[in-house]
């Protein structure tokens, strides 16, 4: 049975995805979570593209891993 991340990890990795996105210097991220079979890619859209079914949206402040590690975050 495959299990579910708890909220806190869910946080802590959408935290380290804002760090690493364009998004870096932001205040604010809102970061889409979901399971790899729910994102799809479109016919014919532009590379990069694709659609999320089943998501949830966190809203972080883009941090590093080794500055979550260091606040207990």
Avoid: N, W
């Amino acid at each position: 049975m495959i299990e579910r991340p708890d909220r806190q990890t869910l946080k802590r990795a959408a935290g380290i995805a804002a760090y690493h996105s364009k998004a870096r210097r932001a205040g604010l991220v809102a970061v889409s979570c979901t399971r790899a079979r729910y994102v799809t890619k479109p016919r014919h859209a532009k590379i990069g593209t694709v659609q999320i079914h089943k998501e949830i949206v966190l809203k972080v402040r883009p941090a590093a891993g080794e500055e979550l590690a260091r606040h207990g975050k």
